[in-house]
């Protein structure tokens, strides 16, 4: 490389890296709209959660085909963009595998290694592509996945398999010039799959081959910051945020909800009149209006529901397994993520356009982009918590948007108010006083 192709190496590099860290700012100050929730207890269990599920993977196999998949497709590119290191000095220096001297046998495995782990990758990726597109498994086609989510998916197995073909071509390069009487390049790593792509330069002159190895090696790494950038528009966000995402998750068994500070207080004075409320914590402001009960925007959901809807895969895991939309019902658990999502953004968007301020814009969550009937489908069994591969959790979004509902529009379908009276006046969901409760006994 000559000293101007470093130098315009060096400006690729600051822009690509540029615009990716202006990027995780913008979510990083996205996630932070949320309201605040302590989730730094237990670290060791946090800590194996990651381990196991970010990973080790451990949620994706329960699937077996399309977990070993993605295992070959996760482990492969993480690992093959170690050499990222390697090509971003050679790209700045001007060197040739810099790293080969060092390590001796060690480089030669390595490289072996990323060689084949870019053919499992183009062999998995090949794979999805077929089940999403000539297979249409159920829950790549459904209605909830249209426009550019449905599109999303297949750019990104384009992307990668471009990517790794291109790796293969600039090693398939590179061992020919290694190998050519001249020894244009000096011998470095070993090509067990890139060999044999070798042959087709057979016949070109040194020239053509150094020159098409430059063009391979520039759209590789170009490809990598582009993509790396695209990850914000994208659900492949998750390869960065599953660990975040399932360090903080929910450490409380699925089944149990958290219960509003605000009620807890109330019904304390309730049983002794002589309770203090805020004695465990007391308000930063008495004089300030109570907090709002549940959530209809995004800003009432707390910081790792925000971070849950950032991380979403779109797999549809969820939704097809969800009770409620397997009976023909309006929910999608994954809806809910990626209108979170989409909500997320706009409000991000807004406070761009303002110059770090929301401006109200008459739209919330909550009917404009997840309606009542959604909400109420729900049976909060937790098969969507339950299989989700990162751990995020539709149904935590799902109840406190109900919550907003009942709490503080009374907007509750007519069956719960009446189940929520009887439980009222008579102690019981059913419309029986306390002492006819037991006349069934009686009659049978």
């Not at 295992?71 to 700045?92: A, H, R, T, W």
């Not at 966000?237 to 360090?247: D, G, Q, R, S, V």
């Not at 979004?397 to 009942?406: E, G, N, S, T």
């Amino acid at each position: 490389m000559s000293y101007l192709d470093n130098i315009l190496f060096a400006i690729l590099l600051i822009v690509g890296f540029g615009f990716f860290a202006a990027s995780v700012k913008k979510i990083i100050r996205n996630i932070n709209l949320g309201v605040d929730v302590d989730r730094k207890d237990n670290p060791k269990a946090r800590w194996k959660n990651m381990a196991l599920i970010a990973l080790g993977q451990s949620k994706m196999v329960r699937r077996p085909v399309a977990g070993i998949l993605h295992i070959f497709v996760y482990v492969g590119f993480i690992i093959i963009n170690i050499e990222l290191l390697e090509i971003i000095i050679d790209g700045l220096f001007g060197t040739h595998r810099i790293f080969a001297p060092y390590l001796g046998v060690v480089y030669d495995v390595l490289i072996a290694s990323f060689e084949i782990l870019a053919i499992l990758v183009i062999f998995a990726v090949t794979v999805f592509w077929i089940r999403r597109n000539f297979i249409r498994l159920k829950r790549f086609i459904h209605s909830d996945l249209t426009g550019f989510p449905k599109s999303d998916a297949n750019y990104i197995l384009y992307f990668e398999t471009v990517l790794m073909i291109l790796f293969l071509l600039m090693n398939a390069a590179d061992y020919h010039l290694q190998n050519v009487p001249e020894g244009i390049f000096h011998k470095a790593g070993s090509f067990p799959i890139s060999q044999f792509i070798a042959p087709i330069f057979n016949g070109m002159s040194n020239e053509l081959v150094v020159l098409l190895f430059e063009v391979f090696w520039w759209l590789h790494i170009a490809g990598i910051l582009v993509f790396m950038n695209y990850l914000y528009f994208s659900k492949h966000l998750h390869i960065l945020l599953a660990f975040p995402n399932t360090y903080f998750a929910n450490l409380k068994p699925e089944g149990q909800f958290d219960n509003l500070a605000s009620v807890t207080n109330e019904v304390k004075l309730m049983m002794d009149p002589n309770a203090d409320p805020f004695a465990a914590a007391p308000p930063a402001d008495e004089n300030a209006a109570p907090s709002k009960f549940g959530a209809s925007d995004v800003q009432d959901l707390n910081w790792v529901q925000l971070l849950n809807a950032y991380t979403c895969t779109e797999c549809g895991r969820c939704t097809s397994s969800c009770p409620a939309n397997q009976t023909g019902k309006k929910l999608s658990p994954r809806k809910i993520m990626m209108d979170t999502r989409d909500r997320l953004t706009e409000v991000g968007k807004n406070i761009d356009a303002n110059k770090g301020v929301f401006v109200p814009d008459n739209k919330s969550l909550l009917n404009d982009y997840i309606t009542p009937e959604e909400l109420w489908a729900c049976t909060s069994c937790n098969a969507c918590v339950e299989e989700c591969p990162v751990n995020i959790s539709p149904l935590s979004i799902i109840m406190d948007m109900r919550r907003y509902l009942v709490m503080e529009q009374s907007a509750a379908p007519m069956s719960l108010n009446a189940m929520m009276t009887n439980i009222e006046n008579n102690g019981a969901p059913w419309q029986y006083s306390q002492q006819d409760r037991l006349n069934w006994k009686n009659e049978n």
